[in-house]
């Protein structure tokens, strides 16, 4: 994982500049942003391989650089780095479609550790496509047709949802043969790349929209099993 390139928007500069110092001595190439109206212009620009976002920032705040970047981008990762750690940040952070967060005071190596996993992550994401593309087959959920090429499901009721590529990897996990239970670390460990209790939350979230998108067939149940992980049944 040579010269990665992140995307650094932090509007306390001193911090930023430590950070950015630290990450290119490590062979990191580092775009600082003061602000969320310039992380949105350079991300354009220069397609970062990673984001790390702090949430309170002048102009735009992370929140909505994160929203604004998802609305084109599904797959490139996105960190917060941020002092607020209430459950409701963390939550609206990941529906948003984040997938770190990091508290601050941090250390630059706990930084690197969680960009180098997420990385990881998205390129087992992108093997796991690409394994898929060989066969080419939607996958028939209940009365959901579930495309995880196009990260779509489509139901005659509803028309096609679009997924996000998380939710998609997800649900392709859980669509196991003869509807067997994958265990909750299974999924965090393959999808998120680690099962700390940030991306534990995060799988929830995940879950929680997963159910609302089946709904359209009332026979799917995705359950919960307890202690072990989840189960996709129809």
Known sequence: MDNITVLLAEDEMALAHIVRESLEERNFKVILCAN???????????????????????????????????????????????ARSQIKDVVNGF???????????????????????????????????????IDNEPLKIGDILFNPIKNTIQHNNSGIVHLTARESAVLYQLCQPNMESVPRKVLLQKIWGNDNVFN????????????????????????NIRGIGYKLVW
């Open 95 to 133: 529906e948003i479609g984040a997938n770190d967060y990091l508290k601050k005071p941090f250390s630059v190596e706990e930084l690197i550790v969680r960009i180098k996993a997420l990385l990881r992550t998205k390129r087992t994401h992108d093997n796991i496509t690409k394994a898929i593309k």
């Open 36 to 82: 969320g109206e310039q992380a949105i212009e350079q991300y354009r620009k220069l397609k970062p391989d990673v984001l790390a976002l702090d949430i309170m920032m002048p102009k735009i705040d992370g929140f909505e650089v994160a929203r604004q970047i998802r609305e084109i981008d599904v797959n490139t990762p996105i960190i917060f780095i941020t």
């Open 200 to 223: 534990a939350r995060s799988l929830d979230v995940f879950i929680t929209k997963l159910r609302r998108h089946l709904e359209a067939d009332p026979n799917i149940q995705l359950i």
